[in-house]
């Protein structure tokens, strides 16, 4: 079984600070993808990143994918009170047909 | 969630009771995924399929049972509900290689 291991647990900020969450595995997954989620919905995939040492932006987030395909990690800068909610990290195999593992979460909290 | 619609969004059950949970995607997408999320646990998967008429477990099969009646529905059922599935059970479909779309869940809680 793929594990994937997102640390912190909780994390809570300022808003205008800046944040990193971690996503790692012992695993080599072919493609990592991080998802946000908000209270009484569903994730929404923000980014999949698929080559070793990829990086990715997005507005304020980056997202890159560790050289080994092993671990990712997401980086918000100047951080606002939208940006809070529970942030996700999720790996896929080998193959195009291969289920995704999903990490425990970040709960992340922007307070004004 | 755009593209998948789960009914009921919130359901309270009896311990022994069964019910199904309905979800529904409009993208007529193969594959489609349930899931449940539990406090600290992250996402864990119940029951998936490939495609129309096949369906397969995943990590936390038991005590589900699954129906993939079309291309567009993916139905999971409890058949004797336990307070330990408790939980929010999302559907999911894949929407490109790489991507799911979920729907906005269902809040189950088994008294």
């Known amino acids: 079984t793929q594990l994937l291991e997102q640390s912190p647990q909780f994390l809570s900020i300022q808003e205008g600070e800046n944040l990193t969450v971690y996503c790692n595995s012992s695993?080599?997954?072919?493609?990592l993808q991080w998802y946000r989620q908000e209270p009484g919905e569903g994730p929404v995939l923000l980014v999949t990143?698929?080559?070793?040492?990829e990086v990715k932006k997005l507005k304020r987030l980056t997202f890159q994918f560790g050289d080994a395909r092993k671990d990712s990690s997401l980086h918000i800068t100047a951080a606002q009170t939208g940006d809070t909610g529970l942030y996700l990290c999720?790996?896929?195999?080998?193959?195009?047909?291969?289920?995704?593992?999903f990490g425990e979460g970040t709960q992340l909290t922007v307070n004004p | 969630n755009a593209g998948v619609t789960q009914t009921p969004k919130f359901q309270v059950l009896k311990t022994g009771q069964s019910m199904t949970l309905q979800c529904a995607q409009d993208?007529?997408?193969?594959?489609m995924y349930w899931y449940r999320q539990d406090p600290g646990m992250g996402l864990r998967l119940i029951y998936y399929?490939?495609?129309?008429?096949?369906?397969d477990k995943g990590e936390v099969p038991n005590g589900y049972n699954v129906s993939r009646l079309n291309k567009r529905e993916f139905s999971l059922r409890l058949e004797s509900a336990a307070p330990s599935q408790t939980s929010v059970y999302f559907c999911?479909?894949?929407?490109?290689?790489?991507?799911?779309?979920f729907g906005s869940g269902t809040r189950l809680t088994v008294v």
């Open positions: 999720a790996g896929g195999g080998e193959t195009s047909g291969s289920r995704l593992t």
């Open positions: 695993s080599v997954f072919s493609s």
């Open positions: 990143v698929v080559t070793g040492g």
């Open positions: 993208m007529n997408h193969n594959s």
């Open positions: 399929s490939a495609s129309e008429g096949t369906t």
């Open positions: 999911a479909y894949r929407q490109s290689f790489y991507g799911y779309t």
